[in-house]
């Protein structure tokens, strides 16, 4: 029963470059979120959706670009990384409902030097 | 705006006593619902108890029960009974938006609870 998972774990960019992050879940979850988490910032909202196909904007979007090309998969692209995108990145999922509880991958950690 | 607040930045308990966690939202949604997460130095979030806002009970689920004060728009979180294995960052989170459409879920930054043996 694998949940939600993110690859890669561990990455290193040089400013400029870009990547994407891959996030899968396996519990036919309509809803997708991306966060980051910087320390002592809690968790912040980057992106999120609803449904394949739609995406919105969340807390701090700039910088970023996702894409929800099908129900199980959400994908978080940096075009050109910055060194404040070194953060751990956070891919969850939930179903659609009052009482459901968000499920979470692992993280990938990101250095941008 | 912040949507979750947490103000305590950290806390220290005594093991075996309880702790309050303190969490204030603002929404003007009718519909939402508050969830706290742990997170131990693995990283891992891990789901602990969630509150609904026509919930007429305060949730409870083991040594977790949740505080909640819709007036005041607080959903504290109070753990009994404290363990070592306690120690840990705590994450209190809502969700906002249609049941039917997108529902954001954002975060609070947070509370580093340390139990002292």
């Known amino acids: 029963n694998a949940g939600v998972t993110q690859t890669p774990k561990f990455q290193v960019l040089k400013t400029g470059q870009s990547m994407t992050l891959q996030c899968a879940q396996d519990?036919?979850?309509?809803?997708m979120y991306w966060y980051r988490q910087d320390p002592g910032m809690g968790l912040r909202l980057i992106y999120y959706?609803?449904?394949?196909?739609?995406?919105d904007k969340g807390e701090v979007p700039n910088g970023y670009n996702v894409s929800r090309l099908n129900k199980r998969e959400f994908s978080l692209r940096l075009e050109s990384a910055a060194p404040s995108q070194t953060s751990v990145y956070f891919c969850?999922?939930?179903?659609?409902?009052?009482?459901?509880?968000?499920?979470f991958g692992q993280g990938t950690r990101l250095t941008v030097v | 705006a912040q949507k979750i607040t947490q103000t305590q930045p950290g806390m220290f308990v005594q093991e075996k006593e309880a702790v309050t966690l303190d969490c204030t939202y603002d929404?003007?949604?009718?519909?939402?619902?508050l969830f706290w997460y742990k997170q131990p130095s693995s990283g891992e979030m891990i789901f602990l108890i969630y509150?609904?806002?026509?919930?007429?009970q305060n949730a409870t689920e083991g040594r977790y029960s949740l505080n909640f004060q819709k007036a005041r728009k607080s959903a504290n979180l109070v753990i009994s009974a404290s363990q070592l294995g306690d120690s840990a960052m705590y994450f209190c989170?809502?969700?906002?938006?249609?049941?039917?459409?997108?529902?954001?879920?954002?975060f609070g930054q947070g509370t580093r609870l340390t139990i002292n043996p």
């Open positions: 989170a809502m969700r906002e938006g249609n049941f039917g459409g997108a529902q954001k879920l954002v």
């Open positions: 969850a999922s939930r179903r659609q409902g009052p009482g459901t509880e968000a499920f």
């Open positions: 509150q609904g806002s026509y919930d007429q």
């Open positions: 929404t003007s949604d009718p519909s939402y619902g």
């Open positions: 959706s609803a449904s394949e196909g739609t995406t």
């Open positions: 519990m036919n979850h309509n809803s």
